[in-house]
């Protein structure tokens, strides 16, 4: 039982100065109820603030802290200005001409393409491949992406695929690719920029890109594809990467060949590709998503003929730690409203802040948005670690496995915690027109973008199995709980050292049982690693705010997410998943 109290719940929002504020706010005028407003981004974000603090060199942190501080006014103005006017701006398809010849022109609002200006001058993917500043390179970029994400109409889908596509063609792109694609796709000079496509899904496969049915064919200068791709998103991209069977190569992922292609001619037609329509999506209405055919496009082959599939994994590491940083983003901002409204909203006698079960509410919003960006952040710094080429093998490890569950995991905290923060609002939270329901449509996405939750857990079983990576999930676990001991009076440590204890010994009786019985229970493990994890990075976040006299607020989030079940072993019975699953009168 957690046993809670008023005070602490208070003192995890500041309660006493955030109240107060609500009552001049609402004292002395007739009622007519305001709806929330945003404040500078970067300064009303305390988590995003106290970490760059502790994970940046004091030196690095005042030399960006102007321009985050600057951004995170535009975020909350002319950039979200941006995102609505997108929003309310769908791309169109026209298919043909005046005088009925075929053109597939993809019009975009000219909102859509200020925001992709807006991305390459403020570096949103270039930093990465600049990296000024090493290591942290990363987490500057995903500083900024994080406080750019939730205003802008999900424009961090195309630079998600952009950054992957950038990190392919540096690793496997021949020099041609590297002075041309590389460069536009890392430029900040937004009319040299290039965002870039992602074509992967078919009609056949989906997840399972083994059943693409996408041909390849050499030909003189390259090859020559020819396919339908059933969802490709940012259609209005220069380029794309996508997948394809060179002829002749063996059936299933093995046969399979990363392409590089460029969706226009220097002309300005299109390279032999037809669109199909745009999708009619629940949200990310702001995105064109296009259905489209190739017919024998002009592409050429990035890296080795049949090893496409562990090329395309460098793009989709990259892609679900960016799916990861907007699930916080969407989160941040659903709660940042909300706690806004908190303070204008009269009900029973007084504001919504005065409101204990409110105050519940929103503190029980806080602690998930802490505990996912703890994840997502912990994430970054391993991948720049990486990229620096100073990460550790139990890091490189580390990242392989937290990846995949940092994306599955924060998708679904996403949707859970935009719909609570929805019902703050009451009807309010329902209204198209006060843009709140968009947080929870465009939230809904970040569970199937780049793999949904039961493909990304079997992905967490193969690195499991394949690599030993809960070996060193369990060596970090130790590590971190060595380094959170100044702590462990608290009662926080023991609860995260058995959950640990328990997940291995799971995995080990799991581990000599049947493959199905090991799928059965892969969102369970992943879900208890990204717990655990999120446990550890909570401790120690608390632990650097209680040496620094930063406020309770830090510990209370760790204290709220630890006394909460970390992993709870079970083995669900495939036949009785099978009978219930399958059920009916």
Known sequence: MIRLNLRALRASFESDRFIEKG??????????????????????????????????PPTMLRSVEPGLRLFGAHVADNILLLGKTAEASPPKHIPYDAWGKRIDRIETSEAWRDLGRIAAKTGLVSEAYGRQYGVYSRILQFARVYLFGASSALYTCPLAMTDGAARAIELYGDGALKQGAFKKLTSSDPADFWTSGQWMTEREGGSDVGRSATT????RGGYRLSGTKWFTSAIDAPMAMTLARIKGATEGNRGL????????????????ITVHRLKDKLGTKAVPTAEVTMERTRATLVGEAGKGVREITTILNITRVWNACEAVSLMRRSIALARDYALR????????????????????????????????FKVVELLGKEEAG????????????????????????????????????????????????????????????EGTTNVLALDVLRVIGEVGALDCFSAYVTKRLEDIRPLGSCGLVLPIRDATES????????????????????????????????????????????????????????RRWCRTPLFSPHFPSLSDARLLACASE
Not at 216 to 219: R, S
Not at 409 to 420: G, I, L, N, R, W
């Open 23 to 56: 009552r001049k706010m609402t004292k002395g005028r007739e009622f007519f109820q305001d709806g929330p407003q945003l404040k500078n981004q970067y300064d009303d974000d305390v988590v995003l603030r106290h970490y760059l603090m502790r994970v940046l």
């Open 216 to 219: 390849a064919v050499p030909a």
């Open 257 to 272: 060949s990363l392409f590089y292609l460029e969706t226009h001619d220097k002309r300005g037609a299109w390279n032999h």
């Open 345 to 376: 909203r009269e009900a029973f006698g007084g504001i919504l802040a005065e409101k204990p079960a409110h105050l519940e509410t929103l503190a029980a919003l806080e602690t998930e948005f802490r505990g996912a960006f703890a994840l997502t």
């Open 390 to 449: 100073v990460a550790a093998a139990q890091e490189l490890v580390l990242l392989r496995l937290l990846t995949p569950i940092a994306k599955l995991f924060t998708a679904k905290q996403a949707v859970a915690v935009a719909s609570e923060a929805l019902e703050c609002f009451g009807g309010a939270g329902y209204i198209e027109d006060t843009d709140l329901p968009r947080l929870l449509r465009d939230a809904q996405v970040l569970s199937t973008w």
């Open 503 to 558: 997940l291995v010994q799971h995995w080990g009786t799991l581990r000599n049982l049947s493959r199905e019985s090991q799928e059965v229970n892969a969102r369970a493990i992943s879900f208890g690693i990204a717990r655990i994890a999120i446990a550890c990075e909570l401790l120690i976040v608390a632990r650097w705010a209680t040496e620094n006299g930063l406020g309770e607020q830090a510990t209370i989030a760790a």
